[in-house]
């Protein structure tokens, strides 16, 4: 029996992180859906397929704003998903931040 509410992302199967494979990987190990992803005009279209796969939270690297904000547009009216930007400095994204931004993101710790 599927779960009703569509954001129960504990199993993690509904989240995933998109952009490009180097900056993106370490996430896998955290039991993260990794996407990789170069910017260019097929992203819109590859989003809109994670959207059919009832993605309910995509973080993506900034790289790839221009090509999410179309897709975040058309769906800003809709529960989900949640469209998060990764605040991808020159520091390291440190597992404590990433737990902080999961849990504002989803209104859980799930990490």
Do not use: W
Request: a neutral charge.
């Amino acid at each position: 029996m599927s779960n009703p509410n569509p954001l129960d992302i504990a199993n993690g199967s509904n989240v995933c992180v998109i952009g490009e494979r180097d900056i993106i990987l370490p996430f896998k190990t955290l039991g993260v859906e990794i996407i990789p992803m170069i910017a260019g005009e097929q992203v819109s279209e590859q989003i809109e397929a994670l959207l059919a796969k009832d993605k309910a939270v995509i973080f993506f690297t900034p790289e790839l704003f221009p090509f999410v904000q179309p897709v975040m547009e058309k769906t800003r009216k809709q529960p989900t998903p949640c469209f998060v930007a990764l605040p991808l400095t020159k520091e390291e994204l440190s597992i404590q931040r990433l737990k902080r931004l999961v849990a504002r993101a989803v209104g859980a710790e799930l990490i």
